[in-house]
Structure formats: structure tokens, C-alpha cells
């Protein structure tokens, strides 16, 4: 008979989870794999380990970057640690299954680093049976296209995280099901409740791996007709502000920088590396104004500044500081209304929402 005080299932996961974070946290990559494998050892679910233990890790890291309480370099080696961890959870007895369903690629959009939101998925795949083709982090959609000719899976799960790369992640959709095979997509990018897979004409939308695998077992997606979904059927995009703005961006965050030298004395003084930060915001605001562009959608551009503010708050710099970037794009977008419109939006809120504690933008 188990003891009354033997550890509930909840105990032990939330146990691993702080064993895993502290490892994570020290850089020691064997104390994270060990603790993983012994867990599985003394039989806690595979797919609740991915689900329950790496998953929630992974976003804490995420977390404590935006709260500038661990730097890129930790960031960059806790990720690649966490990845460790899955690939030598699928290699262990308890989470290694005989596929008997059918085949699924696994991708990452073209330009989306983020690749372990869509290796979770690709192991929880494979644990439910599923014969996996787990492509990676950037698949460009040519390559991704002649994999799909070559294997003939029953679907792509298509992940991204950053917003910026919906109109990449709609042009690889459409190409998908242009040759006859259907598309679900997951990750952060897709906006709150998927809004943005409907928008995009994805076969199929799912929050997280474990909905997504329960989706696929109900029985297979639909297989689109070719020319499924022409890639500028968005009737926004008619008045070419989308283009136009995502086309003048190198130019103009050369000149946004200039004049923010002119106007402001402070910024005259930056050292190379702040200039370099600085300019990689202005260049990640036209980003996010294109993104919101092609998609129509006023909170996407306005909820990335109000991220952006808070990560620069945990940063020590005012979120007003961004407000002198947006007046200076103002002054390009007189011809743009759309644009000039989100723009205010965005520094209306701005103005009106003070920074709290920073979590992804979606």
C-alpha cells in the first residue's frame, strides 16, 4: 500500500522543476540531464516532464531575461541546455515509442530562432506515435516545400514566436498548401486564441504541443485544393503601406539615429554599443509597425511598445524614452494612414500605461 506521505504527482513535477532551474541557472548541464533522466527512472511521464518541467523552465528564462536579472549569454546557454535535457529524454526507454500513426514535419517559420516551443511539440509527437520529421529553428520554405515532396506527411506544424515574421509564416502556409498538405501552427506569434493562424488561412491553430497532439489523434486534417489561399487575398494590404513601410526600414532607421543625434545632446554621447541598442530599437518598432500593418491589428504594434517599455524599465531607462524614435517616424508617415495612426495609438499608450512587470509581446 503507497504511504500517505509518499509525493503526489504535482510534488514531484514541481520538485523537478526547481531542480532543473537551479542547474539551468548554474550553467551545469549534467545536473539538468541527470535530473530529467532519473525522474523518467522512477517513472514520472515523459510528456508531463517536456509539458510540466522543460517547458515552464524555458519561459522562466525567458522571464528573467526581460527583467534583466540574467543576460543574453545565460539566456542563450539555459536555452541550449534545455535542449539537451529533450534530446536525451527521447532517447530514454520510457519515451521511446513505435510510431503508429502517421507522419508530421515539424518546422520553425523562416527567420524564427526559437526553436524548442517546436522540439517540444516534435517529442510529444513522437511519444503519442507519430512519425516525426523535426526540421528545426529558420526552415526556409523552398526547403521546407521539397521536404514535404519527398516524405508526403499527413501535416506541417508550422511554430513561430515573433510577430514580425507572420508575413514569412503566411507566404510558407500558403506554399504548404499549395502542393496539398495541411497546416497547423502554434506559438506567440499567432496572437492571443490564434487570431492571426484564421487570418493567415492555417488548416488549423493549437495553444500548446499537448492540444496540438489531442487535435491530430481526432483524426487527420483536411488536405487543402491546390491554390488553397492566394498570398495577398488580404484586402488591407491593397494600399500598399504594408511594402512601402517594410521596404523604407533600413533607411529609415539611418536617419532616425541621425536626427536623434541633432535633437538630442545625450544621445551624442552614447558609447558604440548603447548607439548600437538604440538603433536596434528603432529598427525593431518599424519591424513591429510593418507586422502590425500586415495584419491589420492596432494591439499588436501598440502591445510590443508596451513590452518593449517594460523591458527597458527593468533596464533603468524611462519608457518615454522611446517617444522622441516615434515622433521622428511620425514625421515619414504623413502619406501612410494607417501607419501614422498606429503610431499614435502607440505613443498614447505609452504615455498612459505605466511600465509593470515585462512578459513577451503576442
Given at each position: 500500500?503507497?504511504?500517505?506521505?509518499?509525493?503526489?504527482?504535482?510534488?514531484?513535477?514541481?520538485?523537478?522543476?526547481?531542480?532543473?532551474?537551479?542547474?539551468?541557472?548554474?550553467l551545469d548541464e549534467p545536473a539538468a540531464v541527470r535530473a530529467v533522466l532519473r525522474a523518467l527512472d522512477d517513472g514520472l511521464?515523459?510528456?508531463?516532464?517536456?509539458?510540466?518541467?522543460?517547458?515552464?523552465?524555458?519561459?522562466?528564462?525567458?522571464?528573467?531575461?526581460?527583467?534583466?536579472?540574467?543576460?543574453?549569454?545565460?539566456e542563450h546557454a539555459a536555452t541550449a541546455?534545455?535542449?539537451?535535457?529533450?534530446?536525451?529524454?527521447?532517447?530514454?526507454?520510457?519515451?521511446?515509442?513505435?510510431?503508429?500513426?502517421?507522419?508530421?514535419?515539424?518546422?520553425?517559420?523562416?527567420?524564427?530562432?526559437?526553436?524548442?516551443?517546436a522540439r517540444l511539440l516534435a517529442e510529444v509527437l513522437r511519444i503519442r506515435g507519430w512519425h516525426v520529421d523535426y526540421l528545426g529553428a529558420q526552415v526556409p520554405a523552398?526547403?521546407?516545400?521539397?521536404?514535404?515532396?519527398?516524405?508526403?506527411?499527413?501535416?506541417?506544424?508550422?511554430?513561430?514566436?515573433?510577430?514580425?515574421?507572420?508575413?514569412?509564416?503566411?507566404?510558407?502556409?500558403?506554399?504548404?498548401?499549395?502542393?496539398?498538405?495541411?497546416?497547423?501552427?502554434?506559438?506567440?506569434?499567432?496572437?492571443?486564441?490564434?487570431?492571426?493562424a484564421r487570418l493567415l488561412g492555417a488548416d488549423a491553430w493549437a495553444p500548446d504541443a499537448r492540444t496540438a497532439a489531442d487535435d491530430l489523434a481526432r483524426g487527420p486534417l483536411p488536405r487543402p485544393a491546390p491554390?488553397?489561399?492566394?498570398?495577398?487575398?488580404?484586402?488591407?494590404?491593397?494600399?500598399?503601406?504594408?511594402?512601402?513601410?517594410?521596404?523604407?526600414?533600413?533607411?529609415?532607421?539611418?536617419?532616425?539615429?541621425?536626427?536623434?543625434?541633432?535633437?538630442?545632446?545625450?544621445v551624442r554621447d552614447y558609447t558604440d554599443a548603447q548607439r548600437e541598442r538604440t538603433a536596434e530599437d528603432v529598427s525593431h518598432i518599424v519591424e513591429f509597425l510593418t507586422a502590425a500593418l500586415y495584419t491589420d491589428d492596432e494591439e499588436l504594434f501598440t502591445g510590443f511598445l508596451l513590452w518593449t517599455a517594460e523591458v527597458l524599465a527593468a533596464r533603468g531607462v524611462p519608457s518615454v524614452s522611446l517617444l522622441p524614435a516615434l515622433t521622428l517616424l511620425g514625421r515619414r508617415l504623413v502619406d501612410f494612414p494607417r501607419a501614422a495612426a498606429m503610431l499614435r495609438a502607440g505613443a498614447d499608450r505609452l504615455t498612459r500605461t505605466p511600465p509593470t512587470a515585462p512578459h513577451p509581446p503576442a
Open positions: 500500500m503507497r504511504s500517505q506521505h509518499a509525493a503526489s504527482p504535482l510534488t514531484r513535477t514541481d520538485a523537478l522543476v526547481e531542480r532543473v532551474w537551479e542547474a539551468v541557472m548554474t511521464d515523459p510528456e508531463a516532464v517536456l509539458m510540466e518541467v522543460i517547458g515552464p523552465v524555458q519561459g522562466r528564462v525567458g522571464e528573467e531575461w526581460a527583467a534583466n536579472r540574467v543576460s543574453v549569454a545565460q541546455i534545455n535542449d539537451r535535457a529533450v534530446a536525451a529524454l527521447a532517447l530514454h526507454p520510457a519515451a521511446r515509442t513505435q510510431p503508429s500513426r502517421g507522419r508530421i514535419t515539424v518546422a520553425c517559420v523562416d527567420g524564427e530562432w526559437h526553436a524548442l516551443p523552398p526547403h521546407l516545400i521539397a521536404h514535404l515532396h519527398r516524405t508526403g506527411p499527413d501535416a506541417v506544424a508550422l511554430s513561430s514566436s515573433i510577430p514580425t515574421r507572420l508575413p514569412v509564416a503566411h507566404a510558407t502556409i500558403t506554399a504548404c498548401q499549395a502542393v496539398g498538405t495541411p497546416v497547423m501552427v502554434g506559438g506567440a506569434a499567432f496572437g492571443p486564441g490564434g487570431r492571426y491554390a488553397h489561399q492566394v498570398i495577398d487575398d488580404l484586402p488591407h494590404l491593397k494600399d500598399q503601406e504594408y511594402t512601402l513601410v517594410a521596404r523604407s526600414r533600413p533607411r529609415w532607421v539611418r536617419e532616425v539615429m541621425a536626427e536623434l543625434e541633432d535633437a538630442y545632446p545625450a
